[in-house]
């Protein structure tokens, strides 16, 4: 099936620094979601990446799509408490939806 | 609306027991699927739907089977429950297949001792 690779798994930050996080592919994508996961909860849908180059920015989080698409980011600015969870990123191939294994956030106030 | 709706929320089941996850949505969405979440795993697709009457499999389907008789009901059987299915199951759905955003229930906690 379609692979997917994110890192880090994991993440701590101090309140008000950044945080990325990254998912790779061997294959060219069609699209990548991401969502979040807070602790305890389920996964919500962010945003969904279709273009080549592609930037989207939601508050203080930005999304890239990678120019051969085959890449993607997610980049919080100035975590605060609220930011904490997992993060995964996910793409649609065939009628099947493929995560990656997730980034956890910890952010310390 | 509820959205999509799991029951039970957590169960706890003996080794060789099966049992039925129930999962429902009312917005009409055409595309439904399962997940089970381990530790590091991320989400790995169970089972799918893309309509009333149509199934497949997805990356780990062994032990679990699922039917689909109307657009709002998706249910999960496990149908002889081993402690390798000590997991937390999510039902999902989506507008259609086309890579539309999933909408996830609550999830239910299953532990097999």
């Known amino acids: 099936g379609q692979q997917v690779m994110q890192i880090p798994q994991y993440q701590h930050v101090q309140e008000g620094e950044d945080f990325t996080t990254y998912c790779n592919s061997s294959?060219?994508?069609?699209?990548i979601q991401w969502y979040k996961q807070r602790p305890g909860g389920h996964p919500v849908f962010l945003i969904q990446?279709?273009?080549?180059?592609e930037v989207k920015k939601q508050k203080r989080l930005t999304f890239q799509f990678g120019e051969a698409k085959k890449n993607s980011s997610l980049h919080i600015t100035a975590t605060q408490t609220t930011d904490v969870g997992t993060y995964f990123c996910?793409?649609?191939?065939?009628?099947?939806?493929?995560f990656g294994s997730g980034t956890k956030l910890n952010v310390k106030p | 609306n509820a959205g999509v709706t799991q029951t039970p929320k957590f169960q706890v089941l003996k080794t060789g027991q099966s049992m039925t996850l129930q999962c429902a949505q009312d917005?009409?969405?055409?595309?439904m699927s399962w997940y089970r979440q381990d530790p590091g795993m991320g989400l790995r697709l169970i089972h799918y739907?893309?309509?009333?009457?149509?199934?497949d499999q997805g990356e780990v389907p062994n032990g679990y089977n699922v039917s689909r008789s109307t657009t709002e009901d998706f249910p999960l059987r496990l149908l002889s429950a081993a402690p390798s299915q000590t997991s937390v199951y999510f039902c999902?759905?989506?507008?259609?297949?086309?890579?539309?955003?999933?909408?996830f229930g609550n999830g239910t906690r299953l532990t097999v001792t």
């Open positions: 294959t060219t994508l069609s699209n």
């Open positions: 990446l279709v273009k080549s180059g």
């Open positions: 996910a793409v649609y191939n065939f009628n099947k939806f493929y």
């Open positions: 917005m009409n969405h055409e595309y």
């Open positions: 999902a759905s989506s507008y259609s297949q086309n890579n539309s955003p999933l909408h």
């Open positions: 739907s893309v309509g009333a009457g149509i199934t």
